[in-house]
């Protein structure tokens, strides 16, 4: 096995066995949480490996076990609001969704081991590759509500096409997902025990990926990812909360928990982009309609109050604005929707 200095940064490393190319994330202190710098190291070497005929499938993954990515280095996009200004923290988080882009339109067959958390940003790295592997010890997300946010990175496009209205319950709620949960969603293909990732490895040196997906057996018959949906088939978010409050079931009252703590402004956007992104016919497009919202909500108080509450001073009491979902003004959502 060689290891190659093709990203330019030391966060993102790449080794090279057979004809497979690894592209291995490496900021473990931060979760591997994926700013400009780590986007920028990714698209250099998919680049470099464009070309490269003894690079036949490109893997990517986590260099530890809690996290293959945990989602955007959102601290530094506050400081970057603070310091240097909206329109700033804006382009780079822009130009890091492009490289989610241009991993999920990659031509070669591109793999990700979502081992441990992949969340937010960790979703737009993994969730779009040809091969997407989650294990019994992953955590998938899309938490973007609890900080100001809606589900971005492409994540909304998955949640359109989760079976019924579970991707709408997730994409307000911001719950977490088991490696079973990713299956049934539709954010990941396979569930493998953590423990056989070198196994896998060990095959795509000289197999072709689509041989050793074959070789991974499909989840057995899945249980029923519906079950919410009588409270979620509503004509608007307000009618799902109450359905939730008369449903009784210890699912519904989590919800209601989930929902309390959340954005109200982010829950009523998100609500409305899940059914938006239903009409949409690509994730390009998805990804079009989320950095429209997303340049609207970083300029919202929100976003640097939720980041704030969640991740620097972890006291967990955001002060929202509005600070009930009944607050919240529709024509301020209808409006982020317009660039």
């Known amino acids: 096995m060689t290891e190659d200095v093709l990203s330019g940064t030391p966060t993102v490393k790449t080794r090279r066995a057979g004809h497979m190319g690894r592209i291995i994330l490496d900021r473990p202190n931060r979760l591997n949480a994926v700013d400009l710098e780590m986007a920028e190291g990714i698209a250099r070497v998919l680049e470099a490996w464009l070309d490269d005929a003894s690079v036949q499938h490109v893997v990517l993954e986590g ?20 310091m240097e200004g909206a329109d700033e923290a804006f382009r780079q988080m822009n130009r890091v969704y492009q490289v989610m882009q ?8 591109t793999i990700s081991f979502m081992d441990g958390i992949a969340m937010g940003g960790g979703i737009g790295l993994g969730g779009h590759t040809r091969y997407r592997i989650v294990t019994d010890r992953s955590v998938v997300a899309m938490p973007e509500t609890g900080i100001g946010l809606t589900p971005d990175a492409g994540g ?74 009588a409270c979620y088939d509503a004509p608007d ?4 909360v109450r359905n939730l409050a008369e449903s009784g079931t210890e699912e519904a009252r989590q919800d209601l928990l989930a929902l309390s703590c959340a954005c109200p402004f982010s829950v009523q956007l998100a609500w409305e982009a899940w059914h938006r992104a239903r009409n949409l016919s690509s994730l ?35 002060r929202w604005t509005p600070g009930t979902l009944a607050e919240v003004n529709l024509d301020e959502v209808q409006a982020c929707f317009r660039n």
């Open 284 to 318: 390009t497009e998805a990804f079009q309609q989320e950095v429209t919202l997303v340049n609207h909500l970083i300029r919202r108080a929100d976003f640097v109050e939720g980041v704030r509450a969640r991740l620097i001073d972890r006291d967990n009491q955001p």
């Open 156 to 229: 909304s496009w998955i949640l359109s096409r989760a079976p019924g209205f579970s991707g709408l319950r997730l994409a307000v709620t911001g719950n977490r997902m088991n490696g079973v949960g990713a299956v049934m969603i539709g954010f990941a293909d396979r569930l493998v025990p953590a423990d056989s990732l070198p196994d896998l490895l060990g095959l795509l040196e000289t197999r072709s990926a689509a041989e050793v997906f074959a070789l991974v057996p499909p989840l057995p018959q899945l249980a029923n990812v519906q079950e919410m949906d």
């Open 63 to 82: 260099s530890a076990p809690r996290a293959f990515c945990a989602g955007g280095d959102l601290k530094k996009i506050c400081e970057l609001i603070q």
């Open 237 to 240: 978010l307000a009618h799902a």
């Open 102 to 109: 241009q991993i999920a339109a990659y031509p070669k067959p």
